[in-house]
């Protein structure tokens, strides 16, 4: 039962008694933008636009523009039904009785090893697999904490309640990833490794970025990285790493507040910092030069009046081979084909789409920018443009708009 963003908005500024020029007035939008939208004259609006009517509504972003919180394939012995049963574990509640039929848990290696494979899935993009492994790889690691809590093992479980952080705000449920980063910043702790801490805010920070909570993603990530600040002649790569990621999550925010001369400072400092550290792999994530420079991309393209011309003049910088995550070169080439949109190169930013679509075909149905770049383009086609159309049927966007 398809709805419009336009039906989803007109519905709940009735819920909450608005008038249309109420609505404009909180979200900062033009009040013919909210028209439109709702008598279907217009079916989309700048992502930008979205988030500020979806924070004025009182709403996420993913439920005004209808993004799935299903996976498309299902598993027998999983999924995001048990993903949310495992992180919001009933057992560690205080107060609860311990269960006494407790499973054996697997030996650590292995239990490590799996942790290993499941943060590769997550940077593949493979979601429903992902989400039917990892309930039992929180049990499991639960498990092998209990029996064995080196602090080794706390820094895995810290690692794997990052992943189903990550994975269920993809999935739009933003609610069990706060709980998710909750425990693994409570395992980051006891790991004793400041650095696991410091990849537990980088992970809060992200998923306050996600809800619209821009002044305190800044606010954290900035604190924390001025507690892990590095000499940079002393600093090892790991400690340039997450320190680099903890600037770039800061960096994300500020531009959507706005402040892009904050964001290109910190941006400035990361690049400092990956060019010391090199290319590096650890605490679940990678930093490197060109990590920099895609989210150079991404802040131009953010707050209230986009750059698209500068962000493809980023993009000119960034070298797709040097990119050693699939997902970030997908999430990265999506905000290059809203540049593109942007500047008037609809076909262009079509083919970008189709290309991430090909490699990451469930990953990119996650995507609310994608999204909407796609319904920005129906509703502006000149002609009737079937690969436009077949896309947008496969994204969950009403062709027929």
């Not at 499991?140 to 706390?154: K, L, M």
């Not at 402040?259 to 550290?277: C, G, I, K, T, Y």
């Not at 895609?294 to 493809?312: C, F, H, M, W, Y």
């Not at 084909?337 to 990953?363: C, F, I, M, N, R």
């Amino acid at each position: 039962m398809n709805t419009s963003i336009g039906d989803r908005i007109r519905g709940l500024r009735e819920f909450r008694d608005l008038t249309q020029e109420e609505l404009a007035d909180r979200a900062g939008v033009h009040v013919d933008t909210i028209r439109k939208l709702e008598q279907g004259v217009r079916q989309s609006a700048r992502i930008n636009t979205l988030r500020a009517l979806a924070r004025a509504l009182d709403v996420q972003l993913e439920r005004l523009v209808g993004q799935p919180t299903v996976m498309q394939q299902l598993t027998d012995d999983g999924g995001l039904l048990a993903l949310r049963d495992a992180i919001q574990n009933i057992d560690s509640l205080p107060g609860v009785p311990a269960d006494e039929n407790l499973e054996e848990p697997p030996r650590e290696q292995v239990w490590v090893d799996d942790v290993r494979d499941a943060t590769s899935k997550y940077w593949h993009g493979e979601y429903s697999e992902l989400a039917g492994t990892l309930p039992l790889l929180l049990r499991d690691g639960r498990a092998v904490a209990r029996e064995t809590p080196t602090e080794r093992v706390w820094r895995q479980l810290a690692l794997a309640y990052q992943l189903a952080a990550c994975l269920a705000a993809q999935a739009g449920h933003p609610d069990w990833a706060y709980t998710a980063v909750e425990k693994q910043l409570a395992a980051a702790a006891r790991s004793s490794d400041p650095l696991m801490e410091g990849m537990g805010v980088s992970t809060l920070s992200w998923l306050l970025l996600r809800q619209g909570r821009w002044e305190e993603a800044q606010d954290i990530a900035e604190r924390k990285a001025e507690v892990l600040e590095p000499s940079f002649m002393k600093g090892t790569p790991a400690q340039l790493a997450v320190y680099g990621n903890l600037l770039l999550a800061a960096a994300a925010p500020a531009a959507r507040r706005d402040d892009h001369d904050q964001a290109m400072a910190l941006l400035s400092v990361a690049e400092a910092a990956a060019v010391r550290s090199g290319r590096v792999k650890a605490y679940g994530t990678a930093f490197s030069v060109v990590d920099v420079r895609t989210q150079k991309v991404n802040i131009a393209l953010a707050g209230s009046e986009t750059r698209p011309a500068d962000a493809l003049r980023f993009a000119d910088d960034v070298n797709l081979d040097e990119i050693s995550r699939p997902v970030h070169c997908s999430a990265y080439r999506v905000d290059v084909s809203q540049a593109q949109y942007q500047t008037g190169d609809s076909e262009g930013a079509l083919a970008t789409l189709l290309e991430v679509e090909k490699v990451q075909p469930e990953w990119i149905r996650f995507q609310a920018l994608a999204a909407a770049t796609v319904r920005e383009m129906l509703e502006t086609e000149r002609r009737r443009n079937t690969p436009l159309r077949s896309l947008a049927a496969r994204l969950g966007v009403d062709p027929t708009l």
